[in-house]
């Protein structure tokens, strides 16, 4: 079975801070990638996705994730946060057919201190 | 345009009581979801439907009942509600390959 790994838990980091997220998967074939975001009170919204081409993919509010297919991993990357991209992140991955279910993975919750 | 619409927002059941969370989408999705999010356990997913008439298991679905009678609707019963059902649930949808999931805002359950 697929599964989905997110290696931090918890990030509290500064504004203006850099940010990388990991997320690794299991699933050796073709594969379709997402990291949706949960705002507090909030459902969840696509931050940004990845189904083929360039490995490097731009999402909303200055996201960005690369996906290395060697590494298995899709980490989620941001230059410079904002107070506002205090959330909850959810990596999650399901096979290229596109039509088996998402798995995702446990979620990082970020906290962005001023 | 309403997305998916989810309700209850909140309900409090006593164990042993069984209710139905409603889930209705109006963007013509054949594909429907119900996860739920408990701290530290990220989304699990409990049923799915890839269209009316045909639904199927995910990670999570015992206790949980699902149908598809038509494509709007997606309802998830709880038969026998017990405190460790305790949980935000999510419904979701999305069109037939296209795997982008859009969520309903979600209801909040706590069973006593």
């Known amino acids: 079975a697929q599964s989905v790994s997110q290696h931090n838990h918890h990030v509290i980091l500064s504004e203006a801070a850099s940010l990388e997220l990991g997320c690794n998967y299991s699933y050796g074939g073709t594969v379709n990638l997402f990291w949706y975001v949960q705002y507090p009170g909030q459902h969840l919204q696509l931050l940004l996705k990845y189904f083929s081409g360039d490995p490097l993919v731009k999402g909303i509010k200055g996201f960005e994730a690369e996906f290395i297919k060697s590494k298995f991993s899709f980490n989620l990357r941001k230059p410079s946060v904002q107070w506002s991209d205090t959330a909850e992140y959810f990596c999650?991955?399901?096979?290229?057919?596109?039509?088996?279910?998402?798995?995702f993975g446990k979620g990082t919750r970020l906290s962005v201190i001023a | 345009n309403a997305g998916v619409t989810q309700t209850p927002k909140f309900q409090v059941l006593k164990t042993g009581q069984s209710m139905t969370l409603q889930c209705a989408q109006d963007?013509?999705?054949?594909?429907m979801s119900w996860y739920r999010q408990d701290p530290g356990m990220g989304l699990r997913l409990i049923h799915y439907s890839v269209g009316a008439g045909i639904t199927d298991q995910g990670e999570v679905p015992n206790g949980y009942n699902v149908s598809r009678s038509t494509t709007e609707d997606f309802p998830l019963r709880l038969l026998s509600a017990a405190p460790s059902q305790t949980s935000v649930y999510f419904c979701a949808s999305h069109h037939y390959g296209a795997n982008v999931l859009t969520f309903g805002a979600g209801s909040r359950l706590t069973v006593l």
């Open positions: 999650a991955v399901t096979p290229g057919s596109g039509n088996t279910p998402l798995v």
């Open positions: 963007m013509n999705h054949e594909y």
